[in-house]
């Protein structure tokens, strides 16, 4: 029986990105899916705009995190580095083909970082994440006036007249002028319409996350779900992806 060593892996920075994340992401969609169905449900006029409010603070708070991530991603330890969670690097593709050849047989190789696959659904998050923040922070813009964009859709939907801005409110029609609120609104449809299919998407993909977890601590045995909370892993066999000595 091969002897099970421990290994530090994920640093601190690196477990709290993955916690808030999945928070603001898990809160980010149950409180759009409240908006998407706000008629059903009755919310409508101030109380949808509270919503959405809410989805966009929560979303500032995802963003920031996601943002630091990719910055640490440049200054963190080994294993947060990009070039060890995106697929890539001239070795990516032979990787790949060996752990698809271990799990076939029954005994996949066990990594300390992501394995090839794991490294592919994780460069697909970062995709999908970063696309879902651009579009959202434009969206929140064009819906509430907020930071980063809200100011120049403020003026664009007033045609910068001092006194309607002045008044302007999120969800009131009242103060805009009607040929560019329309026009404000034409450039945001095919925004809306990408964060509305993409939130689709990321659902599936964190469903294939969470299997993927579950497959990959029941057949290599190496604490994945439990390094996220201790930053170690357990192994029973030598990394495919050394870098530091067992502690």
Do not use: C
């Not at 819906?143 to 003026?155: K, Q, T, V």
């Amino acid at each position: 029986m091969s002897e099970v060593k421990r290994y530090k892996v994920w640093d601190r920075t690196t477990r709290i990105f993955h916690w808030v994340n999945a928070t603001t992401v898990l809160s980010l969609m149950i409180v759009g899916t409240i908006i998407l169905n706000a008629k059903i449900l009755g919310v409508e006029g101030e109380a949808k705009v509270l919503l959405k409010t809410i989805h966009a603070y929560i979303g500032y708070v995802f963003v920031i995190n996601l943002v630091w991530r990719m910055v640490w991603a440049f200054f963190g330890n080994h294993y947060a580095l990009w070039g060890q969670i995106l697929p890539i690097g001239k070795n990516f593709s032979s990787s790949l083909r060996e752990y698809r050849s271990s799990m076939r047989s029954g005994k996949p190789k066990q990594y300390l970082g992501h394995n090839p696959i794991a490294r592919i659904v994780v460069g697909l998050f970062f995709l999908l994440l970063s696309i879902q923040a651009a579009t959202g922070l434009i969206i929140a813009g064009t819906d509430l006036y907020l930071p980063p964009f809200g100011n120049h859709f403020a003026e664009w939907v007033t045609e910068g007249d001092p006194e309607r801005l002045q008044v302007l409110k999120p969800g009131d029609k009242t103060h805009v002028v009607k040929a560019a609120y329309e026009d404000m609104r034409d450039f945001r449809k095919p925004v809306i319409t990408t964060h509305y299919y993409l939130f689709f998407v990321l659902l599936a993909l964190v469903f294939v996350h969470i299997a993927g977890v579950i497959v990959s601590e029941i057949k290599e045995r190496n604490g994945l779900i439990s390094a996220m909370i201790t930053g170690e892993k357990i192994l029973d066999d030598e990394p495919a992806d050394p870098e530091e000595k067992a502690s």
